[in-house]
């Protein structure tokens, strides 16, 4: 597709119509003050190519080495290893230059790779539908409660502590505006989010419940039981997984009364990354599907009877119905689902599951041979994917930077989301923490 | 375009059939010649309070979506089931098999501020 700027001409009419004799003209709401005018920007002066690669390699190195240090960090952005077909693909100019598809006559690839993210993701949850993808894990909570108020009306949620802080801080400013309200839910001793509150708060009001499995702490949740109970009083259970490869193991969400499931799907084949670009993903009940937020494909075929694809149910989208629209949202992450795309096929049912039980041994090795160091514990006793709570002996902030003089980043520290667990960190194990990394990480744990 | 003269009209192009306390609401033809090909309606609960004037439902096309507003305040007592998945009747049949709801009225004088035929006819005309 071809940029044409307007022409000289062009931006003359266009201002004769409005009635405006120049451009300056279209921006004097503008405070004086607040005007660059014929003021110059005080920049630095213009380095060389060679230059600016220098300068910026300085600025990166001001970062740890993730090649070189030993993480631990998890909550939230996973490193898992990402096989090299994945950049290679996503690179080709057919993927990494396209447009929004619109046309589904010249936008079949990006059609049907988006068609198999979303196939892939309700085979993962268990769901009957899921849209192109979200901006990422806590945008497509927001999206999600939003959702849940469009269908059953109502106002209050039920949300768990243990869900990602960010994600509740996303949610917040969502919400905020708006009359729906977010009352959090206490986690019990074992960290799990405590179900009696939710039973003794649940009234006709209560829109939407919503838990993270597994939730912030590792720690999977028993939800079954709870799904059933909401199902009579209209309210709905969203499930939040911020950790998706827990799914090649675990029973997925939509069998497990689920109305929706939203998450990040960084953990398959994104770098972890802050700020991102990750992708979140979007997946609910076929009956809920005029609900949905975002872009959907969907498959069909052409007048000559050829399977092909192009986004579908649009009129719930922005571009046609505006104001009333489900959502804001008009696009999706259509790079970084390709790569997730990519890693699911690579991985496969069985590679997935493989992956995930490899995570979870190494965290359960990890669990085993902190929880015997003298004064040390696991925080909560309850089954964990690939993260665990440990709780120190010193504040956990101190544990972190004491561990960071050995290169290692031993894990998040708890006491800025949650002020009564500053002696703990939450670390988190996967494929890529060697069994050699996890000895020296007790070692040097040992030391402070 | 067929505009029966027994019934009542809104300038949202909702038909209401009066029966006693009760009423019959739907789109008309005009509306649903606007419209183009119907492929989903939304539709309230049985029970549902309608406000005078607000939207009670969604009328899905290959074009678009267009809110369907209450012609009266009222309490839904049916809904047409067979839209759900014959929603073509809205196209085919507007007046009859592509009826919407069945209310029973909650306020006295229903007929104020609805249109007659022929005052509507002059609406459409003045929207062609």
Same mark, same amino acid.
């Given at each position: 597709?071809?940029?044409?700027?307007?022409?000289?001409?062009?931006?003359?009419?266009?201002?004769?119509? @409005?009635?405006?004799?120049?451009?300056?003209?279209?921006?004097?709401?503008?405070?004086?003050?607040?005007?660059?005018?014929?003021?110059?920007?005080?920049?630095?002066?213009?380095?060389?190519?060679?230059?600016? @690669?220098?300068?910026?390699? $300085?600025? !990166?190195?001001?970062?740890?080495?993730?090649?070189?240090?030993?993480?631990?960090?998890?909550?939230?952005?996973?490193?898992?290893?990402?096989?090299?077909?994945?950049?290679?693909? @996503?690179?080709?100019?057919?993927?990494?230059?396209?447009?929004?598809?619109?046309?589904?006559?010249?936008?079949?690839?990006?059609?049907?790779?988006?068609?198999?993210?979303?196939?892939?993701?309700?085979?993962?949850?268990?769901?009957?539908?899921?849209?192109? #993808?979200?901006?990422?894990?806590?945008?497509?909570?927001?999206?999600?409660?939003?959702?849940?108020? /469009?269908?059953?009306? !109502?106002?209050?949620?039920?949300?768990?502590?243990?869900?990602?802080?960010?994600?509740? !801080?996303?949610?917040?400013?969502?919400?905020?505006?708006?009359?729906?309200?977010?009352?959090?839910?206490?986690?019990?001793?074992?960290?799990?989010?405590?179900?009696?509150?939710?039973?003794?708060?649940?009234?006709?009001?209560?829109?939407? +419940?919503?838990?993270?499995?597994?939730?912030?702490?590792?720690?999977?949740?028993?939800?079954?039981?709870?799904?059933?109970?909401?199902?009579?009083?209209?309210?709905?259970? @969203?499930?939040?997984?911020?950790?998706?490869?827990?799914?090649?193991?675990?029973?997925?969400?939509?069998?497990?009364?689920?109305?929706?499931? +939203?998450?990040?799907?960084?953990?398959?084949?994104?770098?972890?990354?802050?700020?991102?670009?990750?992708?979140?993903?979007?997946?609910?009940?076929?009956?809920?599907?005029? $609900?949905?937020?975002?872009?959907?494909?969907?498959?069909?075929?052409?007048?000559?009877?050829?399977?092909?694809?192009?986004?579908?149910?649009?009129? /719930?989208? $922005?571009?046609?119905?505006?104001?009333?629209?489900?959502?804001?949202?008009?696009?999706?992450?259509?790079?970084?689902?390709?790569?997730?795309?990519?890693?699911?096929?690579?991985?496969?049912?069985?590679?997935?599951?493989?992956?995930?039980?490899?995570?979870?041994?190494?965290?359960?090795?990890?669990?085993?041979?902190? #929880?015997?160091?003298?004064?040390?514990?696991?925080?909560?006793?309850?089954?964990?994917?690939?993260?665990? +709570?440990?709780?120190?002996?010193?504040?956990?902030?101190?544990?972190?930077?004491?561990?960071?003089?050995?290169?290692?980043?031993?894990?998040?520290?708890?006491?800025?989301?949650?002020?009564?667990?500053?002696?703990?960190?939450?670390?988190?194990?996967?494929?890529?923490?060697?069994?050699?990394?996890?000895?020296?990480?007790?070692?040097?744990?040992?030391? +402070? | 375009?067929?505009?029966?003269?027994?019934?009542?009209? *809104?300038?949202?192009?909702?038909?209401?059939?009066?029966?006693?306390?009760?009423? *019959?609401?739907?789109? *008309?033809?005009?509306?649903?010649?606007?419209?183009?090909?119907?492929?989903?309606?939304?539709?309230?609960?049985?029970? *549902?309070?309608? &406000?005078?004037?607000?939207?009670?439902?969604?009328?899905?096309?290959?074009?678009?979506?267009?809110?369907?507003?209450?012609?009266? &305040?009222?309490?839904?007592?049916?809904?047409?089931?067979?839209?759900?998945?014959?929603?073509?009747?809205?196209?085919?049949?507007?007046?009859?098999?592509?009826?919407?709801?069945?209310?029973?009225?909650?306020?006295?004088?229903?007929?104020?501020?609805?249109?007659?035929?022929?005052?509507?006819?002059?609406?459409?005309?003045?929207?062609?």
């Amino acid at each position: 597709m071809r940029f044409i700027p307007h022409t000289e001409q062009d931006i003359r009419e266009m201002l004769e119509t @409005i009635g405006v004799q120049n451009v300056d003209q279209l921006f004097a709401g503008i405070p004086d003050n607040l005007q660059l005018g014929n003021k110059h920007l005080d920049l630095p002066p213009a380095l060389s190519e060679i230059e600016v @690669i220098s300068a910026l390699r $300085q600025i !990166q190195m001001r970062n740890p080495d993730p090649e070189e240090t030993s993480s631990f960090l998890g909550a939230g952005a996973y490193r898992h290893y990402s096989p090299a077909v994945i950049a290679s693909l @996503i690179q080709r100019g057919e993927f990494s230059t396209s447009y929004t598809p619109y046309q589904a006559e010249v936008s079949q690839g990006t059609l049907q790779a988006i068609f198999e993210f979303q196939t892939m993701i309700t085979m993962l949850t268990g769901m009957d539908v899921a849209n192109a #993808s979200m901006y990422d894990g806590a945008s497509a909570l927001a999206e999600a409660v939003l959702m849940s108020n /469009r269908i059953n009306k !109502q106002k209050e949620y039920l949300i768990a502590s243990s869900v990602h802080p960010e994600y509740r !801080q996303t949610t917040e400013t969502y919400l905020r505006g708006t009359d729906l309200r977010l009352i959090n839910v206490p986690y019990s001793s074992d960290g799990k989010t405590d179900f009696e509150f939710i039973r003794a708060n649940l009234n006709d009001r209560t829109s939407a +419940v919503i838990l993270q499995s597994p939730n912030f702490f590792g720690i999977v949740e028993e939800y079954e039981q709870l799904g059933r109970e909401l199902k009579d009083q209209n309210t709905l259970l @969203i499930v939040v997984v911020v950790e998706p490869l827990s799914l090649g193991i675990l029973k997925p969400p939509g069998e497990r009364e689920a109305d929706i499931v +939203v998450g990040e799907a960084q953990s398959f084949g994104l770098p972890v990354s802050y700020g991102g670009p990750y992708a979140g993903f979007f997946a609910t009940r076929k009956k809920f599907v005029r $609900q949905i937020p975002g872009r959907l494909a969907g498959e069909t075929i052409d007048r000559k009877g050829r399977r092909s694809f192009v986004l579908t149910l649009s009129t /719930r989208e $922005q571009f046609i119905r505006r104001e009333k629209a489900t959502s804001n949202i008009c696009t999706n992450q259509g790079l970084c689902m390709l790569a997730v795309t990519i890693y699911l096929a690579v991985m496969g049912k069985q590679g997935l599951r493989e992956l995930a039980l490899l995570n979870l041994r190494k965290a359960d090795y990890l669990k085993n041979k902190l #929880s015997k160091m003298k004064g040390f514990s696991v925080r909560f006793n309850s089954d964990t994917f690939n993260e665990v +709570v440990l709780r120190c002996p010193r504040p956990a902030t101190e544990v972190r930077d004491a561990l960071l003089e050995y290169n290692i980043l031993a894990g998040l520290p708890l006491g800025d989301y949650y002020q009564e667990l500053a002696d703990s960190l939450l670390i988190c194990t996967t494929e890529l923490n060697t069994v050699e990394a996890i000895d020296r990480l007790a070692e040097k744990l040992g030391t +402070v | 375009m067929e505009i029966p003269n027994d019934l009542h009209y *809104t300038i949202e192009h909702e038909w209401v059939r009066m029966k006693n306390n009760r009423a *019959t609401i739907g789109i *008309t033809d005009f509306a649903q010649g606007q419209l183009g090909d119907v492929v989903f309606v939304e539709l309230p609960a049985e029970g *549902t309070e309608l &406000t005078k004037g607000s939207p009670f439902g969604v009328v899905e096309s290959v074009k678009t979506v267009s809110d369907i507003y209450a012609p009266v &305040t009222a309490k839904v007592v049916k809904v047409n089931k067979d839209l759900e998945s014959q929603p073509e009747l809205v196209n085919s049949d507007p007046y009859g098999q592509g009826w919407m709801i069945e209310i029973e009225f909650l306020n006295s004088n229903p007929e104020q501020n609805l249109l007659s035929a022929a005052q509507y006819i002059e609406q459409c005309k003045d929207q062609e």
